[in-house]
């Protein structure tokens, strides 16, 4: 984007014409009841003005001089600073928890209270990402991976999942930035790239994830409470599940009435629990430099090399000696029963020996080696030291009522892969925050994608050191309960372990509320979208935008993750539908890639189809390794709810990759696509190029079908098409030759398409049946590619040119895009290549964007790859120039093109004389074309009646009678082309003048009387001298046409203009003004348009279809 520019002004007269200066005074008197003076063009006081004047567009537009060649297509094509004046008002509606505020005036009419969006890349998008990755499974479960999966394992799960998060990071980050990311997050990218089925179905995963993580963080809350915090407060004794139960619905219960009441206090506490993971982080990074100095003071007991539970005994020993006595410990009491003389103890306990060893050994210590490697167990199997004892099977029952630290659950590699999982989720909270980022294009790949790097890191690190500075048995031991219920993580934090319980508990807690936070809102977007109707009850909110109904199913499904009341069985349920929305978050990617839409333009360029590939395989495989049941049951919930969509939900086109993708699809996709109209983000020019053939059946302007495959580059469709005169049982072999031609030159132009040769009565009514129904389906043409009729002038005939504005007529009304190739043998071939030079673009009125695209679609080709683009528009007397700058930069920006941008001021001054002249002479050439029109038309219809005469005469001589010469002059023989008559005429009537006789010769041949050929002269020599006098006659500027001459005016300035800025151009591209609506002026027509582009080398005249070609919007 360029950042300094200047405005060209256009050298031009103060405002002279007292009606027209009269006029826009007395308009503005009106609005400002102000005195007004006419502008002198000493100053500039329309540059000053911070807003854009919009009262009198319509005024200026009807009245005004400089774009009267546009005037009659205001109301369907506005200017382009009425567009850049909308463009420039509009305001992204903050996402925030309360999205609008609403405030009633006095008059009773409800107005919404916008808030700018003020957060960057590290308060919104970071900061976020990183509170929602480092959460319970840090604190919790990853010194128990360590402990059971070794340090190496330990670090290929870390890696696994991060590389999944990582590749669905830069696949999200390719999405966000192909246009603006609205307030809808992480459910609008996915819905609207992949469809509304697919997107119904992910986004409904994404929904049940982000809510059965609100489960798994009160299941942490509650684990580190009743464990770590207060163990007095269970209600049943060694039932820990129910406990979790009971206090997990208390909490969910508070968690909800909090969002419920207002989530703004959600907002202002989540810097505290944001504060917490930091200082929790950062006290385990100072325990692990600490504990190379002076290790904690934890100790672990162990007997033999089975680690017991630390509660029940204060000692580690068998006996000790009180006042030279020998007396049992407490310890002894647990493994024995009777006196210390007589007691029966328990095998194991009386044949090893009670050992006490440091729960930290340290940084230095050789911990780490003990740690490297595996330590997988059965359910039940006690945690030891070292090598595993072999236990005798009857053994068992005895010693589970032992004090032993047991494993929970059996343990192997991919149960423990879905157990972390949940802890690399989290990188879709920056683009959930989409509308109150300040730049979200920019913000959400960079701040997602240091997230991940910094939360690897910080989850790498932490297990190399938790490895290398706790102990094995320790770091298997799942709740502390060897170092009497401490949590493991925290024995190695410094100053204190409360200082990771309590930061690890409000950790937790802010988690939870915010995925109660979260998904409703997610639920409810879906429910808007009117995609699923049983959804649309939870659609509703309240006055302040909560959404009730949706917050108490949240709710109701949260419970039934709490009534499992096991953290290890709920993480991997939500990683599986995680997983979903990551491997179709992928998939998006890779098919928009593949595809290559026009509008998939994304400002991230760090990506590539086969690592969006191999994303989606990624998350494809983490869930089947994970659970292959619960992996077939996500897709089972997913398919049902695809197949919902298609055959009972809402119909919705978004412009999606799926749609995309159906327009490369056979007979199916054929079908579908005729269901709705193609989205904008998928529209690109399906081209319906009409060819003329010269009288060899060749292609006549092979350059054109270059111009086609550097437009197209095999993309989309082309459907080259001409043209022959006559019937088809005549001329059907011709058809065929034309075609055969016509798809030699397309091979030799490398231009991939369909080629298509139709039979007419005349030129017209055939490319009239073209553009009507070209195409087959959904794969339809919409937009009419010709060259410009060029020596329309010197033509004998009018049939080129009217045919010509005929073509435009039609494909206006069939609402499609005409490009109008000037000066098409100019052109480039394939083979050349334009090392540098501009695509200029003149932007004059807004018809749908479509000479924002082409130029674009040029550039992708290697001819035209090196070329710059600029885009010109025109300031009047009333805009803001320096403003349409802005905005236009700001709306190039958006689109995610790269252009140099000027506005260039056009202030309504004098008509100059030559323009007049123009005028004059435009409107003479036309009077002159008509009455030698209708000169031929007489002479021809004499030339009829003579030759009667002579037939009859002839037939009432006699064989043997001679001719008298009387009053005969013999003069020589005239000869006559037969006049070529325009079909202006029905179908019917052509055949009945093919039905005449033709006869023998092409030529008439006659012999005029002397009084015929005297009245000839006479009058052909008045003729003359009329001609004569009418070129040297002084121009009557008063009888001229004042449409005309605006017309005209316009054409002359504006080519003024682009001939001084573009003349160098490699191509420039202008806006076509359309045809008259009444067929009197075609003449005039023509001539406008050849004033406007004269002294251009190569011309494109660009005339919009009537609907929007870009977005601004992913």
């Known amino acids: 984007m360029p950042t300094n520019f200047t405005v060209v002004p256009v050298e031009d007269t103060p405002l002279s014409d007292p009606d027209y200066d009269g006029e826009i005074l007395k308009e503005e008197d009106?609005?400002?009841?102000?005195?007004?003076?006419?502008?002198?063009?000493?100053?500039?006081?329309?540059?000053?003005?911070?807003?854009?004047s919009t009262d009198h567009d319509d005024s200026i537009y009807g009245n005004g001089k400089n774009m009267a060649l546009y005037e009659d297509e205001i109301d369907s094509t506005p200017m382009v600073s009425s567009l850049l004046n909308k463009l420039a008002n509009y305001t992204n509606i903050t996402q925030g928890v309360i999205e609008h505020e609403q405030a009633e005036s006095e008059d009773g009419i409800q107005r919404v209270t916008v808030k700018g969006p003020q957060m960057g890349t590290f308060i919104g998008v970071f900061l976020p990402c990183m509170q929602n990755i480092l959460g319970v499974i840090l604190f919790l479960r990853l010194t128990w991976i360590v402990g059971t999966a070794g340090i190496m394992e330990a670090l290929a799960v870390i890696f696994m999942c991060c590389s999944c998060t990582m590749l669905t990071a830069i696949s999200m980050s390719a999405i966000a930035t192909n246009g603006v990311v609205p307030a809808g997050g992480s459910y609008y990218m996915i819905s609207r790239a992949l469809g509304p089925e697919f997107g119904g179905a992910v986004g409904l995963c994404f929904y049940l994830g982000t809510t059965f993580a609100g489960s798994m963080y009160i299941l942490g809350t509650m684990e580190i409470f009743l464990t770590y915090i207060m163990p007095t407060a269970n209600v049943f004794e060694a039932q820990m599940q129910n406990n979790m139960r009971i206090y997990g619905t208390c909490c969910l219960a508070i968690m909800t009435l909090v969002v419920f009441v207002g989530v703004k206090y959600v907002n202002k506490l989540a810097l505290i629990f944001l504060s917490c993971v930091v200082l929790s982080i950062m006290a385990i990074y100072a325990g692990v430099i600490q504990s190379a100095f002076k290790p904690p003071n934890f100790q672990i007991c162990l007997l033999g090399n089975r680690t017991l539970k630390h509660y029940g005994f204060d000692k580690c020993l068998k006996t000790e000696v009180i006042d030279n006595v020998t007396r049992p410990t407490e310890l002894w009491n647990l493994f024995c029963k009777g006196d210390l003389g007589n007691a029966t103890c328990d095998e194991f306990f009386t044949l090893n020996n009670l050992t006490e060893i440091r729960a930290v050994p340290g940084l230095l210590s050789e911990a780490i080696s003990e740690n490297m490697w595996r330590h997988y167990g059965q359910s039940m199997e006690i945690v030891e030291k070292g090598t595993k004892s072999e236990l005798a099977s009857e053994d068992m029952d005895k010693n589970s009522s032992m004090p032993y630290v047991f494993n929970d659950i059996t343990t192997f590699f991919t149960l423990l892969v879905g157990i972390y999982f949940p802890s690399v989720t989290g990188i879709m909270a920056g683009s959930n925050r989409s509308g109150d980022l300040r730049d979200p294009q920019r913000s959400i790949p960079t701040g997602t994608i240091l997230a991940i790097v910094t939360t690897s890191l910080i989850y790498i690190s932490c297990v190399v050191l938790f490895g290398a500075c706790i102990e094995g048995v320790l770091l298997r031991d799942k709740y502390g309960e060897s170092v009497k219920n401490t949590l493991v993580v925290s024995t190695l934090a410094w100053p204190s372990s409360w200082v990771i319980v309590i930061g690890s508990f409000f950790s937790c807690c802010g988690a939870g509320l915010q995925s109660l936070t979260a998904a409703p809102r997610i639920l409810q977007a879906i429910a808007r979208d009117g995609i699923m109707p049983f959804l649309q009850v939870f659609g509703h909110s309240k006055a302040n935008g909560e959404p009730t109904w949706a917050l108490l199913l949240t709710a109701a499904i949260c419970e039934i993750g709490i009534l499992i009341a096991s953290l290890d069985d709920v993480a991997p349920i939500l990683s599986m539908f995680f997983l979903m929305c990551y491997l179709f978050v992928n998939l998006a990617c890779a098919v928009q890639t593949l595809l290559r839409t026009p509008n998939w333009r994304p400002r991230f360029k760090f990506y590539h189809w086969s690592l969006s590939f191999l994303g989606m395989s990624l998350s494809l495989s983490l869930m089947f390794v994970s659970s292959w049941?619960?992996?077939?049951?996500?897709?089972?919930?997913?398919?049902?709810?695809?197949?919902?969509?298609?055959?009972?939900?809402?119909?919705?086109?978004?412009?999606?990759?799926?749609?995309?993708?159906?327009?490369?699809?056979?007979?199916?996709?054929?079908?579908?696509?005729?269901?709705?109209?193609?989205?904008?983000?998928?529209?690109?020019?399906?081209?319906?190029?009409?060819?003329?053939?010269?009288?060899?059946?060749?292609?006549?302007?092979?350059?054109?079908?270059?111009?086609?495959?550097?437009?197209?580059?095999?993309?989309?469709?082309?459907?080259?098409?001409?043209?022959?005169?006559?019937?088809?049982?005549?001329?059907?072999?011709?058809?065929?030759?034309?075609?055969?031609?016509?798809?030699?030159?397309?091979?030799?132009?490398?231009?991939?398409?369909?080629?298509?040769?139709?039979?007419?009565?005349?030129?017209?009514?055939?490319?009239?049946?073209?553009?009507?129904?070209?195409?087959?389906?959904?794969?339809?043409?919409?937009?009419?590619?010709?060259?410009?009729?060029?020596?329309?002038?010197?033509?004998?005939?009018?049939?080129?040119?009217?045919?010509?504005?005929?073509?435009?007529?039609?494909?206006?009304?069939?609402?499609?895009?005409?490009?109008?190739?000037?000066?098409?043998?100019?052109?480039?071939?394939?083979?050349?290549?334009?090392?540098?030079?501009?695509?200029?673009?003149?932007?004059?009125?807004?018809?749908?964007?479509?000479?924002?695209?082409?130029?674009?679609?040029?550039?992708?080709?290697?001819?035209?790859?090196?070329?710059?683009?600029?885009?010109?528009?025109?300031?009047?007397?009333?805009?803001?120039?320096?403003?349409?700058?802005?905005?236009?930069?700001?709306?190039?920006?958006?689109?995610?093109?790269?252009?140099?941008?000027?506005?260039?001021?056009?202030?309504?001054?004098?008509?100059?004389?030559?323009?007049?002249?123009?005028?004059?002479?435009?409107?003479?050439?036309?009077?002159?074309?008509?009455?030698?029109?209708?000169?031929?038309?007489?002479?021809?219809?004499?030339?009829?009646?003579?030759?009667?005469?002579?037939?009859?005469?002839?037939?009432?001589?006699?064989?043997?009678?001679?001719?008298?010469?009387?009053?005969?002059?013999?003069?020589?023989?005239?000869?006559?082309?037969?006049?070529?008559?325009?079909?202006?005429?029905?179908?019917?009537?052509?055949?009945?003048?093919?039905?005449?006789?033709?006869?023998?010769?092409?030529?008439?041949?006659?012999?005029?009387?002397?009084?015929?050929?005297?009245?000839?002269?006479?009058?052909?020599?008045?003729?003359?001298?009329?001609?004569?006098?009418?070129?040297?006659?002084?121009?009557?500027?008063?009888?001229?046409?004042?449409?005309?001459?605006?017309?005209?005016?316009?054409?002359?300035?504006?080519?003024?203009?682009?001939?001084?800025?573009?003349?160098?151009?490699?191509?420039?591209?202008?806006?076509?003004?359309g045809p008259p609506k009444n067929q009197g002026g075609d003449e005039n027509y023509m001539e406008f348009l050849e004033v406007l582009t004269d002294g251009l080398e190569r011309v494109l005249l660009v005339r919009g279809g009537g609907r929007e070609v870009i977005t601004i919007y992913s």
């Open 30 to 52: 009106e609005e400002t009841d102000m005195v007004a003076e006419p502008y002198s063009g000493e100053d500039t006081p329309r540059e000053t003005s911070s807003l854009i």
């Open 629 to 1073: 049941y619960y992996a077939l049951f996500v897709i089972l919930i997913a398919g049902c709810i695809y197949k919902y969509i298609e055959y009972r939900g809402a119909v919705k086109e978004w412009g999606d990759g799926i749609r995309g993708l159906s327009l490369n699809a056979a007979r199916y996709a054929l079908i579908k696509l005729e269901e709705a109209p193609p989205h904008t983000k998928n529209w690109r020019p399906q081209l319906l190029v009409l060819m003329k053939l010269d009288s060899e059946l060749g292609v006549k302007h092979p350059r054109l079908l270059s111009f086609t495959s550097q437009l197209k580059a095999g993309k989309g469709l082309t459907i080259v098409c001409s043209v022959l005169e006559g019937t088809y049982m005549a001329r059907g072999a011709d058809a065929k030759l034309s075609e055969k031609n016509i798809k030699t030159a397309m091979a030799n132009e490398k231009t991939k398409g369909f080629c298509h040769v139709v039979v007419s009565s005349n030129q017209r009514d055939g490319f009239s049946h073209l553009i009507q129904s070209a195409g087959l389906g959904g794969m339809k043409h919409n937009a009419v590619l010709v060259a410009w009729p060029a020596n329309w002038k010197q033509s004998e005939s009018s049939l080129s040119w009217k045919n010509f504005i005929e073509t435009i007529r039609e494909t206006t009304a069939a609402h499609q895009a005409l490009l109008v190739a000037k000066n098409i043998d100019t052109f480039p071939t394939n083979q050349d290549r334009f090392t540098e030079g501009t695509i200029d673009v003149w932007w004059i009125v807004h018809d749908g964007g479509l000479l924002m695209l082409l130029p674009f679609l040029l550039r992708q080709h290697k001819v035209w790859r090196k070329c710059k683009m600029r885009i010109f528009t025109v300031a009047q007397m009333d805009d803001n120039s320096i403003q349409m700058k802005k905005d236009l930069q700001t709306f190039l920006y958006h689109l995610r093109l790269e252009a140099k941008v000027e506005v260039v001021e056009m202030h309504a001054g004098d008509i100059s004389a030559f323009t007049y002249e123009k005028t004059l002479v435009m409107e003479q050439r036309s009077q002159m074309l008509k009455q030698m029109q209708l000169s031929k038309t007489e002479r021809e219809r004499e030339i009829q009646s003579i030759s009667d005469e002579s037939r009859n005469s002839i037939r009432r001589k006699p064989c043997g009678q001679k001719t008298s010469h009387k009053n005969k002059l013999h003069v020589p023989t005239v000869i006559l082309d037969e006049p070529q008559l325009i079909h202006d005429r029905n179908t019917k009537s052509h055949a009945v003048q093919n039905d005449k006789p033709t006869p023998t010769s092409d030529r008439v041949h006659m012999t005029w009387t002397k009084e015929k050929l005297i009245s000839e002269r006479n009058r052909l020599r008045d003729a003359n001298m009329t001609v004569r006098d009418i070129f040297n006659m002084k121009p009557e500027w008063e009888n001229l046409d004042q449409t005309n001459v605006r017309r005209m005016h316009t054409a002359v300035k504006l080519n003024e203009v682009v001939v001084n800025k573009s003349q160098g151009a490699q191509l420039v591209l202008l806006n076509m003004p």
